[in-house]
């Protein structure tokens, strides 16, 4: 090659190199799948309509209006029991592929019960799945998102483990009337929330039975989970064709200082405590319980007397049976927070067994509604690669949550920054972390009841009056900005920009 040539001809390669990894950064896999979310009890209202039983959440909300922010509850909420089909119509108008919303066990079984079927809330949850096919949407079914029929709380609820056959049986019921046509599926929603409605009393049913309760009902939700999994797989994969996991969620926990070992390590024992406590049964090699949460509860049950652990253990038989129970990692993710070794709550409780506090860092930007919620889209990355590193890159990863809690305003500029710069964040770890992640899926698709918190703060990219009887719905700037990216496949590269400096944010 001619001397003169070699300068105009290695700035053309650069300039490829630089616009194709712009390209890799930005643009979204071929086939990657996007949606918006709901759940029964956040949406629906008609709370004793059409022979629905009574949930816990009713319960919990009409007996202790001091635990939710504004005393309000979801009896009526955003009435999507009537306009789910707008809600539909919704997702389609942003270009998604999924709506995932869940079946309230009260609506078809009103005590819970195998023997009562409630034929109306079959009818109900088939106009919807009706309506998201002729819309040519995807429908994600969230089989049990918190809202237990009241009557088998009576009898122990998740603590019961009598629980789990009345589980299956109704899930029985859901695969025989809807799986012809639902083909992903979420067991249950974040079990480690439902299991502190035992440990505390912020999440229904709130029985305050701290360092017990939490453990049993997680332990039974886990084998509930597996069980259900099972059937599906003898009596229905054949036919039916679905794919099944349950919903876990995440904050990332950061060390508050990173140099110091102690706070490496209380970051370390959160991942498992928090995540693993769930995933490390389904989706580690070896199955089980995270060791540490073995051995910590164990101590700290035997130094106080207990004569076995608190943390209940499966026999080697369960082990196998419960491992490998998913087809997909359903990852619900929206903070990060700053981690510590040290000892709070009572005694015993899961806190105190874990030994780590969370300690605020307000340097971060966060949700002006949400305590919790920071706007660390970094976090989102971090935890996909640690579910890959921790339990291998086979795993297919969907993101079932992530969103942003405002108060409910049609600008919400805020929001569009989160779900842009999470959104890149998470194109890392497809890109250059070599993650395998499928689909995006954002909470939520419209505004809802927010559990402790009320209507006091609301995560939609629709905006729903609830002032107004007919509850009507208005798209926020973050649905025109979802509908752009959902057409474009593609992020403005502006965004980049703004992650990096928030990925740099100290602390992190
Ligand atoms: C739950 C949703 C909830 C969201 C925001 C998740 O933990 O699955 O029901 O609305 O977080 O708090």
């Known amino acids: 090659m001619e001397p003169h040539m070699r ?52 319960t919990h909300t009409h007996e202790h209006p001091d635990r939710i922010a504004d005393g309000s509850n979801g009896d009526d909420a955003a009435k999507s029991y009537y306009k789910y089909k707008e809600d539909i119509e919704a997702v389609k108008e942003m270009g998604m592929q999924i709506y995932r919303f869940s079946i309230s066990w009260p609506r078809i079984m009103p005590l819970g019960l195998p023997n009562i079927i409630n034929q109306k809330g079959i009818d109900h949850y088939n106009s919807v799945i009706n309506e998201v096919l002729s819309n040519n949407l995807i429908p994600m079914a969230t089989i049990y998102h918190w809202d237990l029929p009241q009557h088998l709380q009576d009898l122990g609820g998740f603590a019961n483990d009598d629980i789990i056959i009345y589980y299956e049986a109704y899930a029985k019921v859901i695969f025989e009337n809807f799986g012809d046509r639902v083909k992903w599926w979420c067991t249950i929603n974040e079990p480690y929330y439902q299991a502190f409605g035992y440990e505390g009393t912020l999440f229904a049913p709130g029985l305050n039975s701290t360092g017990i309760g ?34 876990m969620p995440i904050d990332w926990p950061a060390p508050r200082d990173k140099t110091s070992t102690q706070d490496q390590e209380a970051a370390k024992i959160e991942l498992e405590f928090s995540l693993g406590w769930f995933a490390h049964p389904i989706y580690s090699k070896e199955g089980d319980y995270p060791q540490v949460m073995k051995d910590r509860i164990s101590n700290f049950s035997l130094a106080a007397g207990f004569p076995f652990s608190r943390l209940p253990s499966f026999t080697s038989a369960e082990v196998e049976y419960i491992r490998g129970t998913a087809d997909y990692f359903a990852l619900n993710q ?44 970094k976090g989102l990355r971090d935890i996909i690669a640690w579910i890959r590193k921790e339990y ?38 497809i890109y250059i972390d070599k993650c395998k992640v499928i689909g995006y899926i954002v909470w939520s698709l419209i505004d809802s009841f927010e559990w402790m918190s009320g209507y006091t703060s609301t995560f939609g990219l629709y905006q729903v009056d609830f002032k107004d009887p007919e509850r009507k719905r208005t798209p926020k700037q973050s649905a025109y900005f979802m509908a752009n990216i959902t057409k474009t496949r593609e992020i403005p590269s502006f965004y980049a920009i703004v992650t990096n400096k928030l990925d740099k944010l100290e602390g992190l």
């Open 392 to 429: 291998g890159e086979e795993w297919e990863i969907l993101i079932t949550e992530n969103g942003f809690a405002d108060g409910g305003q049609l600008n919400d500029t805020l929001r569009v920054g989160y779900l842009a710069t999470y959104m890149t964040d998470m194109l890392k770890a």
């Open 334 to 377: 929206y903070g990060s927070k700053h981690v510590a070794k040290g000892e709070q709550g009572p005694d015993p409780s899961f806190d105190r067994d874990s030994g780590v506090v969370m300690t605020g860092n307000k340097k971060w930007p966060s949700s002006r509604t949400s305590k919790w919620e920071t706007i660390t889209p």
């Open 7 to 58: 300068l105009p001809l290695a700035i053309l390669y650069l300039v490829l190199i630089v616009s194709a990894q712009k390209n890799r950064t930005f643009t979204f896999p071929q086939g990657f799948l996007f949606g918006a979310g709901t759940s029964a009890y956040q949406t629906e209202g008609a709370h004793d309509v059409d022979g629905k039983g009574q949930s816990i959440w009713d």
């Open 214 to 247: 939490g453990y049993l009902a997680a332990h039974n939700m886990i084998k509930a989970h597996a069980r259900v999994y099972h059937l599906y797989e003898k009596q229905y994969r054949s036919k039916q064709k679905g794919r099944i996991s349950l919903n």
